[in-house]
């Protein structure tokens, strides 16, 4: 049976340790400022929505990957930086009660759909 | 972005919450000029992303893994192992592909056991006939066993 390109790569290395090296310089920094893209979401993202057009900060730089738009079909040639971005709740959700200021969320994105706040 | 788009995000996050499929209700094919932007937007949302819209709770009840539903995992995984999927394809599968009314209606596991049997097939791994035959075959040799 024939294996998939991305299985063969993965062998022996685990995923995503098999894509190191291959994004390029990531674009964003610990601390960063970023607001999420509202690119169109047909077929498949894990982008929530709920994020879209919220700014939030860069609170890791996690790892190289191809998106999950492409790696959902097994496309791997173009590996991206991932990002983990933490939200102030405040920031996602108008009536989050204001009590607790400090509440925040964090999760994880992929390069493209980040841009500087 | 300005705060009218977040705005707007957070319409279409009401809007899908909507979409739950009704049972006994007929959806009557649309005629286009009755779909707008948002609404064609709330339809094409990814089955997976409910955060955020609104809801009622849902009872939470501590429960081991049934031996079928190990089964499943691991039937899964050996699909992997062999090449057949990857981990997120077979996500895109189980929490997208299947529409919304199976997602929000079938067990978590069913949902795994269902994509697993459909890649099979997708990529002529075995035939829908080989398939079909094969849970008849397994039906008829159980039901021998242990009539109900």
Known sequence: M???HHAEKSTGKGDPQ????????????VGDRVRIKNLPDIFYT??????????GTVAVV?????????????????????????????DLWSDYPSAYPNDSVQTEFSERWLEKA | MSSSSRENVMRHIDLVGQLQPALHRPQHAPYPDAIDHALFRAYMR???DVGGEPDIPIR????????????????????????????EERRRRQNVDLGQTQYLGLPYYGRWLLSAARIMVDKQHVTLTELINKIEEVKKRHEKKSPR
């Open chain 2, 46 to 48: 990814t089955s997976h």
């Open chain 1, 2 to 4: 024939k294996r998939s």
């Open chain 1, 62 to 90: 996690t790892h190289e990957s191809p998106a999950p738009e492409d790696e959902a079909w097994d496309n791997t040639d173009k590996p991206e930086w991932f990002y983990i971005v933490r939200f102030k709740q405040k």
């Open chain 1, 18 to 29: 098999c894509f190191k090296g291959e994004a390029g310089p990531a674009k964003f920094k």
């Open chain 2, 60 to 87: 939470w009840e501590e429960k081991q893994e049934e031996q079928w539903e190990v089964n499943t995992y691991v039937t899964c995984e050996c699909l992997a192992w062999r090449g057949i999927w990857n981990a």
């Open chain 1, 46 to 55: 894990r982008c929530q929505v709920y994020t879209r057009g919220a700014e």
